[in-house]
């Protein structure tokens, strides 16, 4: 079993449960959902939410993920090509089942707006 994490809001993944799948914010722009290792988690979150409320972290077993997960490398929007000296990071290739989240985790931000990985989540 191999746990990615995708940072939501509490809000979009009640829609989800009340819709029966996940999309995400970026499936229908993008063809993919972000997702990230925990180990990646920390740096996305102050990169890209740094101050957000009311967000949540989606624990996804890849094993149980319908969809195509792929590791790769992301892309510059600048440039349009991959960034060759990153990490590889999950993105799943389609809807998100709702089975394959084994564990929903409240992520808010500290008082100064940045984000740690939460203790249930750390080895």
Known sequence: ?????????????????????????????????????????ERVANR????????ALLCVDTDKVQSQVIFEQPINPDTGEAEPDSDQFPHIYGPLNLDAVVRVVDFPPSADGTFALPKELQS
Do not use: K, P
């Open 48 to 55: 890209f939410f740094h101050g957000q409320n009311g967000l």
């Open 1 to 41: 079993m191999t746990i990615i994490l995708h940072l939501t809001t509490h809000s979009a993944w009640e829609q989800a449960q009340a819709a029966g799948t996940y999309r995400g914010d970026t499936l229908d722009t993008q063809g993919f959902i972000h997702c990230s290792t925990v180990y990646q988690i």
